[in-house]
């Protein structure tokens, strides 16, 4: 209900991206943060305190849908289970997703308990990133025994019974592990057993500056996912209704990024800045992961996040964005258009139906 009020009447962001932290104890090779020599200024600065959370969800409780929690590494926060609690209790949001490196096995295996034991409601999706397997992923990661660890995590959380809980691992394609992503894949469906696998194309900025790994691997990688999801070797999102749904939009997806790859230009609409945005760990707001320009402070708005979504600068943005048909690969916002555009429904239908008869 929240989407069909929200698309008519437009108060806040849908999906949000939120930073709980800056802190990461690995240092990969392809972060967008770490990865450089100086961390970029956005990237620093004092972490919002948990009173000042509580306020943004509030804030977002007519229009929030999905939440994101992301670092750094998120489970480092050890305030993270509260965070969690307030967006459930405040902003009323049931599905959160966290992305970690899952370093920290029985922190992350009592945090996960405690999330599923506090909000009855929630669907809590944990996705584990991955990019090599063993030493090599270490050394991607510049932490060794990380490999050991994640499998360590995954194994820890599999022994948790609840259908509210979805697991999955996240394979990120780089110049460096293009030609070993079949081997990757298989180590994670046929030895953890994972049935939860997506993929993620190397950020680079908007409209793909500096792109390098061949997208022709990138598409094979995508061809597995879906040919295993359809065979039912790989569940996908579940548990909830309209869990092929979402499963169709991810197939959508795979196809466009694809395409944005190949053509360099763009594809669809971009909602970042209008059904999208991103709320970094010092309260700063950007319509995207990409873009250098800022929405605001929340802290100028006293927490109120529509009111800074309505501001001139947010504006200006959304219209930065449309005017410019500014684009990228950036998977989480990508898929935004597809619930918002008609045109996109046809083929959600078919890729559902696609799902519904495979797996029959």
């Known amino acids: ?155 820890l959380l599999r022994s948790i019974k609840s259908t509210r809980l979805t697991l999955g691992f996240n394979l990120t394609v780089t110049p460096k592990n293009e030609a070993n992503l079949k081997k990757i894949y298989q180590y994670l469906t046929q030895t953890l057993k994972a049935d939860n696998v997506s993929s993620t194309a190397l950020r680079f900025g908007p409209r793909l500056e500096g792109a390098t790994f061949d997208p022709k691997e990138y598409k094979k990688l995508n061809r597995m996912i879906e040919a295993d999801l359809l065979g039912k070797k790989l569940s996908g999102q579940k548990g909830f209704i309209g869990s092929d749904i979402y499963n169709a939009k991810t197939m959508l997806m795979h196809y466009f990024v694809e395409k944005t790859l190949q053509e360099k230009r763009c594809q669809t609409r971009c909602q970042a800045g209008r059904m999208g945005a991103i709320l970094n760990a010092n309260g700063d707001v950007y319509p995207c992961e990409l873009l250098e320009q800022k929405i605001g402070n929340l802290k100028d708005f006293n927490y109120d996040f529509p009111a800074l979504w309505r501001s001139m600068e947010a504006k200006n943005l959304r219209k930065y964005i449309k005017n410019t048909k500014c684009f990228c690969t950036y998977e989480c916002f990508l898929g935004l258009d597809f619930l918002a555009n008609p045109k996109y429904y046809p083929q959600l239908l078919n890729n559902y139906l696609k799902i519904k008869t495979k797996r029959s």
């Open 1 to 155: 209900m929240k989407i069909i009020k929200n698309l008519l009447l437009p108060s806040g962001p849908l999906f949000l991206v939120h930073f709980v932290t800056n802190d990461c104890n690995a240092h990969c090779q392809h972060c967008f943060i770490y990865s450089l020599k100086d961390v970029p200024k956005k990237y620093t600065g004092k972490t919002l305190s948990l009173e000042e959370i509580k306020k943004t969800a509030k804030s977002l409780k007519n229009s929030l849908v999905n939440v994101s929690l992301t670092g750094g590494e998120p489970f480092l926060n050890p305030d993270l289970p509260k965070i969690v609690n307030l967006y459930c209790r405040e902003a009323k949001v049931t599905a959160i997703n966290i992305t970690t490196n899952a370093s920290l096995s029985e922190v992350i295996f009592r945090s996960v308990n405690q999330m599923l034991k506090d909000n009855p409601n929630l669907r809590l999706t944990i996705t584990m990133s991955v990019d090599e397997i063993g030493v090599k992923h270490d050394a991607n990661r510049n932490f060794p025994g990380l490999f050991a660890k994640m499998v360590k995590t995954y194994t």
